[in-house]
């Protein structure tokens, strides 16, 4: 068992940055691979990022390459997303999730946390 908590979010303007925090607790965190995506009003959940339970191996949705960034602290069970530029697209709740296997598809993983919600305002 995973449990994951997201925090960080909140309402900003086009061009500004933020910094989304997933803290995980149970065993094993360095084992999962861990990912970032977010749901739109009105659309499905969508994949923004992963990275390997190392940390070596990342992965981006093309909307977000070279404006987000993932990252993981397994000392501390946490995993990041460091987001910059934003824009109004970017609008969405933000969850995290946790994956034995990792991949693009939110079927691949196994625990969620509850969300967290990031507005950026034009």
Do not use: H
Request: include cysteine; hydrophobic fraction near 30%; proline fraction near 2%.
């Amino acid at each position: 068992q995973v449990q994951l908590v997201e925090s960080g979010g909140g309402l900003v303007q086009a061009g500004d940055s933020l910094r989304l925090s997933c803290a995980g607790s149970g065993r094993s965190f360095s084992s999962y691979w861990m990912g970032w995506f977010r749901q739109a009003p009105g659309k499905e959940r969508e994949f923004v990022a992963t990275i390997s339970g190392s940390g070596g191996y990342e992965y981006y949705e093309e909307p977000v390459k070279g404006r987000f960034t993932i990252s993981r602290d397994n000392a501390k069970n946490s995993v990041y997303l460091q987001m910059n530029s934003l824009k109004p697209t970017d609008t969405a709740i933000y969850y995290c999730g946790a994956s034995a296997f990792g991949g693009i598809n939110e079927g691949s993983y196994d625990y969620w946390g509850q969300g967290t919600q990031v507005t950026v305002s034009s």
